[in-house]
């Protein structure tokens, strides 16, 4: 895509834009649940499985009070900066006014995002009278990113922070895609997911263009020095070192016998092999393809690791 053919999605924000055409959400009293179990691993442990289902309700609970969190930081400090950066012109590249104008549309999407979040994150706790356990607010994200860009000398920090953000957006759409596709969480909680996949869809494409011109735009040791940073960022991004501390203190903090809650930690998974057989390299790859970042022979040969073999 030539920088000149960008064409802006304002018109489709003014008419489609969560904020300007959803009613707020409000939790249903019903009995369907907070949080799919298939993404909470402990609810199929062998010993939690044989506990009283208030146990697992809590185990939800509680990873939807973490899956709000990590929205609201996600949205707030880490796709804000760098839309932010663009719609203000920050950013050391020559991007067009529509591009800006977008970005800001971005900014305020995100913003939202984070608001309708806590609000619903304050209605959790007034409905059930359970507070979100103590936790640190790092997400995978707010580690990979500046360990990323701590690689890179100052001219190219930018585009590996562009690329990075852009390649999370993009993954997170799909895992927002797959959780307001569930059917066993309340109604409210699907209606936001299917709300922020709205928007989230429109941001996925922006993030698809905005790296694309950016990417042609550059020159090759630009190319060659952001490549090599693609790896690491990967690495650390797919890790699963924050969830497993989260893990260990949601077990920890459950009602249970101590040696109970010392057999579930023991059988917990220590980590998980980031291969090309990964659940998110393929949205991953998806992205590096549609971008053009994969026609760089060099940086292709960089993340043939993760992306060999991948349709």
Known sequence: MNISSYKSHAEQWENKATIRTRPRRIIEDDDFGYYPEERQPLCFDSI???LDKSIKDEILLQSLYKYIDDVITFETEIVNKTALDIAKGNFPFDFTFEIQYDAM?????????????????HQLELQTGVKPIHRSHDIELSRAIPRSIAM???KHKY?????AVAISENTITEDVAA???DTTIKRCIKGIMADHLADEGRHSKFWINVVRI?????DDEARIAIG???PKFIEEYLTNEIQNEFDRNLISSLEIPEIVKDKVISNMTKTYPITSQHPMITNIRRFLVETGILSHQPTATLLSKYIDGVK
């Open 159 to 163: 585009g590996m922070e562009l690329i």
């Open 105 to 121: 549309s971005v900014v305020i999407d995100e913003n939202y995002h984070a608001f309708v979040a806590m609000d619903f994150r």
């Open 228 to 230: 090599s940073g693609l």
């Open 179 to 181: 959780f307001s596709r």
């Open 48 to 50: 939690i499985s044989k």
């Open 152 to 154: 890179m000398s100052g």
């Open 214 to 218: 950016y990417w042609q735009g550059i």
